[in-house]
């Protein structure tokens, strides 16, 4: 007896066991539209998971550290991406993961991978990876982008605690004063209509306040968030806008100084991670003027780079800009004489880190207290404002 292959077998004895193969089968040829437009709406799905992707510090801070950790065990980039997704890092940057690895697969780089995603990689860590493929160091300069990371996480948790309870004290004597004006003021105008007293100078202004805000209060609330859209779309399209406020905000009594100091740290640190990868100085300056967010600043930058490719030293084109102080310029002098840039600018970036550290704390010393201070003398005003007439009211009836 000859046995017989089960490719030999018709297809109605081979699939007798499945009773709904040609139900199946009918629908999928009565509907040849479904297999082809399934790609599609996968792909919108998969992009549209990625659009509204929001891909935080502390994430790019474990994505830069795990990478690191895995390239330098040895296992190859894809397989270090695919442990991410599987069992490293949270479930929802799974859709960038994927899409990463697959234009690795289509024979792109990590660096070209990430370039199509500007919205989660900007264009400092897009040259960063770059080169470090270029130069085979991606391990190491990973490192110094996760570093980069912590320093600004770590200033930003500071900053956060030095201001939460400074915040929350304004917007309780906000909602008290906004309580004392809406509720208690017109009934206090009642009663002096009764008593038919005079009315001291600082109840007056109190009512003056109380009256514009109970009769135009939508008229306010519009100038307010009017003002505040105005002067938000002309910084977000405006670069005039933007310059003159960037510029203006330096300029104020303690907080301008403060973001003085963080964008100088910044700069130096940034400027000094590029120059460790191996970028130009003129490469690191287009750069690093779309990585500080601030119009002056950038604006600085060109101009320095300008001067540079026309010629003249690196600390020589700094001194032209108002912004970078004498310490910085001598700083720079000091390590261009000395060729050690690298070790200069890392010192200017330690320096104004522990300024940013001091003021921070000074700030925090200062601000509760003065805070304090200021709520107290409102409470104590509108309590005088409001008692004063009912106590001379009071004085003038005959018992």
Avoid at 102 to 108: A, E, H, K, P, T
Avoid at 126 to 134: F, K, P
Avoid at 215 to 237: K, Q
Avoid at 259 to 269: I, K, M, N, P, T
Wanted: charged letters at 15%.
């Amino acid at each position: 007896m000859i046995p017989i292959k089960a490719s030999e077998i018709p297809a109605q004895h081979n699939d007798k066991h499945k009773p709904y193969h040609h139900y199946h089968q009918a629908k999928a040829r009565s509907l040849p539209c479904v297999d082809r437009l399934a790609p599609i709406f996968s792909r919108q799905r998969r992009w549209r998971c990625l659009n509204w992707l929001r891909v935080t510090r502390h994430d790019k801070i474990a994505l830069c550290f795990y990478l690191q950790q895995l390239l330098v065990a040895g296992i190859s980039l894809r397989e270090c991406l695919l442990m991410l997704r599987d069992y490293l890092l949270p479930q929802r940057l799974a859709p960038l993961l994927n899409v990463l690895m697959r234009s690795l697969d289509n024979g792109q780089s990590l660096s070209q991978a990430c370039a199509c995603h500007h919205k989660h990689f900007d264009a400092t860590f897009v040259a960063l990876i770059a080169i470090a493929e270029r130069t085979g160091r991606l391990p190491e300069i990973l490192a110094d982008i996760e570093s980069s990371f912590r320093w600004q996480r770590d200033l930003s948790t500071t900053l956060q605690k030095t201001l939460f309870y400074p915040l929350l004290l304004a917007l309780s004597l906000f909602v008290l004063f906004g309580g004392f004006l809406v509720y208690l003021i017109p009934q206090l105008l009642s009663l002096l209509q009764q008593l038919a007293c005079a009315i001291p100078t600082s109840t007056q202004y109190l009512l003056s306040i109380a009256n514009i805000i109970h009769h135009y209060y939508g008229v306010v609330l519009l100038s307010v968030v009017g003002a505040y859209l105005a002067g938000f779309i002309g910084y977000r399209h405006s670069q005039r806008c933007r310059y003159y406020c960037d510029r203006w905000g330096l300029q104020l009594p303690f907080i301008g100084r403060f973001w003085h100091h963080y964008l100088l740290a910044r700069w130096a640190r940034y400027f000094a991670l590029l120059y460790r990868a191996g970028i130009s100085v003129l490469d690191s300056l287009h750069l690093l003027r779309g990585l500080m967010g601030h119009a002056a600043l950038a604006q600085a930058l060109a101009e320095s780079a300008q001067y540079i490719s026309h010629g003249q030293s690196i600390s020589h084109s700094f001194s032209h800009s108002p912004l970078f102080p004498p310490l910085v310029i001598r700083l720079l002098h000091l390590g261009e004489m000395g060729a050690c840039l690298e070790t200069t600018l890392n010192r200017i970036h330690q320096y104004y880190q522990q300024e940013l550290i001091t003021r921070s704390q000074t700030l925090h010393r200062l601000l509760q207290p003065l805070l304090l201070l200021f709520l107290g003398g409102v409470l104590a005003y509108t309590i005088v404002a409001i008692f004063e007439p009912i106590y001379f009211s009071l004085g003038q009836v005959n018992i």
